[in-house]
């Protein structure tokens, strides 16, 4: 079976740093993968080389099969791969609907002078992203919050806005940098709880840096572990809990009890 996504011998440098040194890995359809490791380990940087926003200096990026390596952004998009950032995207000066119109966008087929226009092409795309926005608040158990500016609500409800644009994008694969920072322990709860329900119902695929580790021992099928650029260890929740490279080099002792 071809895995869904497929990282091999990835490398990555900026002048004299080597922020991912011949990284290797893959992740299956319907999965969570996790990535962790210390500050610096180069989990952000491989993020950015699926994506499309840094073009890798080696190795090769496949999804489903097909080689995405460089792509730019917004074609890695167009084959159904939506990502979070660590720090809130959310455009600050727009409602929570007219932030999920926005993932809805490159779903549209109508062109810029269409949409200018408000032809019925265009006004029928609309209506059906809202509709498809107004779904999405209303399984994420928000819908209150359509007409809310961002600054309007908890930060944790923010976050939750913002991975509901990621699924506006209906996408097959997210991506979610550091998902739980900055919330509280009913936040993670709940988040960590949405990401479960998402991928039940819609079998979507989840790839999620984090620094939470008993949120990550707990969502996780795998976790990769990198430090200083290179992969120290792969395996189940298990297998990383009890390895002595990750123990010495991230979780530390007293980390192992973690579930």
Do not use: W
């Not at 939506?82 to 549209?108: C, E, K, P």
């Amino acid at each position: 079976m071809t895995a869904m996504l497929e990282i091999a011998a990835l490398q990555m440098r900026f002048q004299g740093l080597t922020a991912l040194d011949q990284v290797s890995f893959s992740m299956e359809k319907g999965s969570i993968t996790s990535l962790i490791g210390p500050n610096g380990a180069g989990k952000t940087t491989l993020f950015n080389c699926v994506t499309g926003m840094y073009t890798p200096t080696g190795g090769r990026v496949a999804f489903e099969g097909e080689d995405i390596t460089g792509q730019a952004a917004h074609r890695v998009s167009g084959h159904g791969i939506a990502r979070t950032f660590q720090n809130l995207a959310l455009f600050a000066g727009l409602s929570v609907m007219d932030n999920l119109l926005v993932g809805a966008y490159r779903q549209g087929s109508s062109g810029l002078l269409q949409g200018a226009f408000l032809t019925p092409r265009a006004r029928a795309e609309q209506r059906a992203a809202v509709a498809a926005a107004t779904e999405v608040l209303e399984f994420l158990g928000m819908p209150e919050t359509a007409g809310l500016l961002p600054g309007e609500m908890p930060y944790g409800k923010q976050k939750q806005v913002e991975f509901a644009r990621a699924l506006m994008q209906k996408a097959r694969l997210v991506l979610l940098d550091e998902p739980m920072a900055g919330m509280s322990t009913t936040e993670k709860a709940a988040m960590t709880a949405l990401i479960q329900r998402v991928r039940a119902e819609f079998g979507m695929s989840f790839l999620i840096v984090e620094h939470d580790i008993p949120v990550i021992m707990d969502i996780s099928d795998k976790i990769v572990v990198l430090d200083f650029g290179r992969k120290i260890a792969e395996g189940t929740p298990h297998e990383v809990q009890a390895n002595e490279a990750v123990i010495a080099a991230y979780l530390g002792t007293e980390s192992t009890g973690a579930h």
